[in-house]
């Protein structure tokens, strides 16, 4: 292993065209995760209700559908015609523009978001390669990029922020710190136990004044996981700079799809965001916040 790491230190080059290789093959399988895994959920809440509720569906829904649907089954189709994709169709934004976005089978379009969120998580894991290099933490980062690209489309679609992405990051954060990865381990679970309770505080009380829910308990979880990785002192920033995101961004789109400004819009993605910006540039961030409200 030693001997790699060597090897893309001296070959950075090298080390960047690897990166940028495995995570095109990341985002193509982010697509099918960000796809499948709310439905798969969907289909476990059904599953549970049915079997809580046994006589009363079985009556409304005598045929239950008990087809394998997982992350690896079935294969990848078309949503048209449903025929399978062929390996040298599924080529990460290569396929997309050699088909001209279109099925192959019957030429029905295939939506751009795919390939740009293969270039996307390309992207994002270059500036963690560059920012980090070869090293464990940039591996760390790496996983931690790719799922926050799931999370941040899933919660877009379903306003969701999974448990099955979400718990086994912050476990991940804190296992991270005990071997020096990130921040002392003390710190790590500070900053998680910070991160939740936060976001927790602010919901019980805009639910005790307002009698509604302003965000999902995922956005707990995710600024717990950023407070497992940065520490504490990193949470107020993330919670600033994803609100200012979220304002500009979430006012722009209500905008522009002539929305009312009570409809939802999802925190994770801004919170997401702030997040791995800190990551990769917290002391800038903080050096020019600080600097800004004249600290």
Known sequence: MQEVIQVLQTQPWFFLL??????????????????????????????????????????????????????????????????????????????????????????????????????????????????????????????????????IFIDIDHMLLPDQITLPLLWLALLASIFDLTILPAQAIIGAVVGYLSLWSVYWLFKLLTGKEGMGFGDFKLLAIFGALLGWQAILTIVLLSSLVGAIIGSAQLAIQGKDKSTPIPFGPYLAIAGWLMLLYGQQIQSWYFNLIGY
């Open 18 to 151: 690897t990166i940028g290789l495995v995570s095109l093959c990341i985002g193509s399988f982010l697509n099918v995760v960000i796809y499948r895994i709310p439905i798969m959920l969907n289909k476990s809440w059904q599953s549970e209700c049915r079997v809580l509720l046994a006589d009363e569906l079985a009556s409304d829904n005598p045929t239950n559908d008990n087809a394998t649907f997982n992350l690896a089954t079935p294969h990848s189709s078309c949503p048209n015609c449903n025929s399978a994709i062929k390996a040298r169709h599924n080529i990460p934004v290569l396929s997309w523009l050699l088909l001209k976005g279109r099925c192959f089978e019957c030429n029905a379009s295939i939506s751009v978001r795919y390939p740009l969120i293969e270039m996307g998580t390309t992207l994002a894991s270059l500036l963690v390669a560059y920012s980090f290099g070869p090293t464990q933490t940039m591996m760390l980062y790496l996983v931690v990029t790719w799922a926050l690209v799931a999370l």
